[in-house]
């Protein structure tokens, strides 16, 4: 189809744009200053959700503008109005939800997220003009800004879809991973790490991150939800493993999250010893998923 390839096009002249790296770099920096690692960026990232916030808080303003243009069509200009504001409020989160989840990307995802921001940045500016000139009485601009405001956030919100759909940011990316379902050799017992040490084996084509929990061996998905990171390279504190990334630290006992950025937890292998060596299957609840790569 015509129209896919030119956005095909575009998609990949934007995802090759080194000419953002630099400015890119020196967001990345300002921002890291202000989004610490720790509450602040737990919180934007949605670790207590379980589940990145930014997709959440988009709907917000996205719902409050759209309905805003329904009130201009039905002649509510008050109406219409308070849900501009309401959507100017909303976005300030949003928008430092999107920076924190921002911060972590790289190379082609950093330029499309940039350009992502930028729009949505315009947008803001288009539907602040529009509430600051509805409360002038200039009803006919305060429309032509808002209709502004959602060519761009339409725009904005394509690079969103791509950003998530096609370059899989915020996706845990063990989701297609297909664990064993029966019990497989993985190492033998004289084999595992001692003390703080971690070890990955290879267990049924997936890295298996392998360390020993108060003489018990443990036994977790290697890559990273968060971004991919293989965690066998992290560090041990406290009983469980940082990324060697960005620092999401999992408990080597549940994979549950300690800290963000990561949202989503590691899958625990079942484990068992036989014959001298440990063997692992897929945990319980991976059972449940329908997996469409059928492989
Ligand atoms: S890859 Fe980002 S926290 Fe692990």
Known sequence: MRTLRFMENLITRLEGATVLDKPGAALNTALRTVVRPGPVEDTLSGVPLGHPLHPLLVSVPIGAWTSSLVLDAVGDTDGAQKLVGLGLIAAAPTAASGASDWLTTGGAERRVGLAHALLNYA??????????????????????????????????????????????????????????????????????????????VEVAGIPVLVAVRDGQPVALADRCTHRGAPLHEGEVVDGCVVCP?????????????????????????????????????????????????GY
Do not use: C, K, M
């Open 245 to 293: 990334w960005h620092g999401g630290t999992f408990s080597l006992d549940d994979g549950s999250v300690q800290s963000g950025p990561a949202t989503r937890p590691q899958a625990v292998f079942e484990t068992r010893v036989r014959e001298g060596r440990l063997q692992v299957r897929r945990p319980e609840d991976r059972a449940l998923r329908s997996n469409p790569t």
């Open 123 to 200: 947008a803001i500016g288009a539907y602040a003009g529009s509430w600051f000139a509805r409360r002038a009485d200039r009803h006919r601009a305060g429309v032509g800004l808002s209709l502004v405001g959602a060519s761009l956030l339409g725009a904005a919100g394509w690079l969103g879809g791509h950003l998530s759909y096609a370059q899989g940011v915020g996706v845990d990316t063990t989701a297609f991973q297909q664990f064993p379902a029966d019990w497989v050799d993985a190492v033998a017992v004289d084999d595992l790490p001692t003390g703080d040490t971690l070890t990955a």
